[in-house]
């Protein structure tokens, strides 16, 4: 049965937590982004907006 199951490197091994916390990081970086992406977009508009008065 041994010959059956591949050798796992231990470096693949993840526990349920490891992901959780993994996945809890990505949306605050995505978060992150959202927000600086829309700062950055409506400063745009109001720069527009004041240079076409």
């Not at 199951?5 to 996945?23: H, N, R």
């Not at 992150?32 to 720069?47: D, E, H, K, M, S």
């Amino acid at each position: 049965m041994a010959e059956i199951l591949p050798e796992i490197d231990g470096s693949q091994l993840t526990t349920k937590s490891d992901l959780t916390e993994a996945v809890a990081d990505l949306k605050v970086d995505i978060l992150r982004w959202l927000v600086v992406t829309q700062l950055a977009v409506g400063g745009f508009i109001f720069a527009a907006i004041k240079f076409m008065r």
